[in-house]
């Protein structure tokens, strides 16, 4: 890593930590009762799960994804006037090695990083909201991004990126939001701005509890939650305390390689997705959309449009006693008159306080053009990656909690392609980590 992007490192980490403060809370925390002076409350069919002291619910994240009420949320949370803000990030600085043939392995010593604030407050009988999300990923992450085999998609230098992950882009959320019920169970929402998140496939990645342990990104990433950087988003719906239903009209393109700016389009792509909650242990979604323009063309070539179908199941419990968070999803992209489908199995078991593993399950349909697989660029070829990991944290300090661990990785791909891959591809990566304390 280069002196920049150790400062980039460095500054994301003291904003997390100054901003999380001591009041850094668990989103189990029962909610308190309402202090007598306070005016009671608008009905709202998410009540019961309203985290201690504030607007938000256990099931917010990123965009107007849920994850299951009983997910333990690191966040720090803060009352200023009659603003609710909380602070939500995960900050990785590691060091990854992928074993195979030149131009597929790779190795490098980058940051994975992003940081969330948002804030809400009542506004009449509704509430309304703000949020911003940012990454230091375009100088901390160099080249066309770290090394990640059988990794796809964007473009970087005028090719297809291949075997690598794309950094994020320096915004990768900034948006408002408003509800207001209806009737007492029943509230109309909107959300949307100049980036952010359509209401299409599960709770992205980096904020998934099953994959908060892990710095690497699921290879079916495009079959999945690759929308959840937009530049240009409406969404709206309705929900209850078990279901929402919504639907967007957003910029479908895919960032481009300049990670600092902003990628205006118009908004001509469309998405629906319906959520229930049947536990407070259980999240899950079908959506589909239709993204114009979607994948860049390489070499002149237009752009490709994207039908896109996803299902998904995210599920937080127990194993033996110690909790459980898992996610399994499903993809099918349709494009070039062709559809391709991932699947993702992934999981976090917290062992104790100290100890977490975590572990991933992947099989994709890939175009030998993605991949870079020049002797037939038209064939389908399914491949799949098997990575496992250890993460040991250190004790909370000051709201905050830091932890050293390490994953390896095997990429499987079919005979006729294992040539390009030296075999099963292997990988390993070392990491140390900041992020809110659970408490």
């Known amino acids: 890593m280069n002196r920049r992007s150790v400062q980039s490192v460095c500054l994301l980490a003291a904003t997390v930590a100054m901003l999380a ?52 949320m690191l966040a720090a949370h803060r009352q200023a006037g009659p603003w609710s803000l909380m602070l939500m990030g995960n900050g990785f600085v590691q060091y990854l090695e992928e074993f195979a043939p030149i131009h597929r392995g790779g190795r490098q010593a980058g940051s994975i990083n992003w940081l969330m604030g948002m804030g809400r407050r009542r506004l009449g009988a509704g509430v309304v909201g703000a949020r911003v999300m940012l990454s230091a990923e375009p100088f901390t992450i160099g080249g066309c991004g770290y090394p990640n085999l059988l990794a796809s998609g964007e473009l970087c230098d005028g090719d297809g990126i291949h075997d690598k992950q794309h950094p994020h882009d320096l915004v990768m959320e900034l948006a408002a939001e408003y509800s207001i019920p209806l009737t007492r169970s029943l509230r109309w929402h909107v959300y949307g701005g100049p980036a952010g998140e359509p209401a299409l496939g599960p709770v992205a990645f980096p904020h998934r509890a099953s994959a908060m342990a892990n710095p690497i990104a699921p290879i079916s990433h495009h079959w999945l939650d690759a929308t959840h950087i937009t530049y240009g988003v409406v969404t709206s719906g309705l929900s209850a305390d078990r279901w929402r239903v919504e639907g967007s009209v957003f910029n479908g393109r895919e960032p481009d390689e300049e990670r600092h700016d902003f990628d205006f389009g118009p908004l001509d792509s469309f998405s629906a997705r319906l959520q229930l909650a049947p536990t407070d242990g259980l999240a899950l979604q079908v959506s589909a959309g ?35 968070a898992t996610t399994v999803a499903w993809g099918g992209n349709h494009e070039v008159q062709t559809w391709t489908h991932a699947a993702l199995a992934e999981g976090v078991l917290t062992m104790t306080a100290r100890h977490t593993l975590f572990a991933r399950a992947e099989i994709a349909g890939k175009r030998g053009h993605d991949l870079h697989i020049h002797e037939d660029e038209l064939a389908i070829y399914t491949v799949g990656k098997l990575q496992g990991g250890y993460l040991w944290l250190f004790a909370p300090r000051r709201g905050m909690q830091a932890g050293l661990g390490g994953s390896a990785s095997a990429a499987l791909v079919p005979p006729a392609i294992q040539p390009n891959y030296g075999g099963v591809g292997l990988g390993i990566g070392v990491f140390a980590t900041l992020r809110p304390a659970a408490r």
């Open 290 to 324: 239709r993204l114009e323009s979607a994948e860049a063309g390489e070499g002149g070539l237009p752009p490709r449009d994207v039908t896109r179908i996803t299902a998904s199941m995210q599920h937080q419990g127990t194993l033996a006693g110690r909790a459980l």
């Open 21 to 72: 403060g001591p009041r850094a809370s668990h989103a189990q925390e029962p909610p308190p009762a309402p202090a007598p002076h306070q005016h009671e409350a608008p009905a709202d069919p998410h009540a019961g799960h309203v985290m201690a002291g504030s607007l938000f619910t256990r099931r917010d994240n990123a965009g107007t994804g849920w994850t299951p009420a009983t997910t333990p």
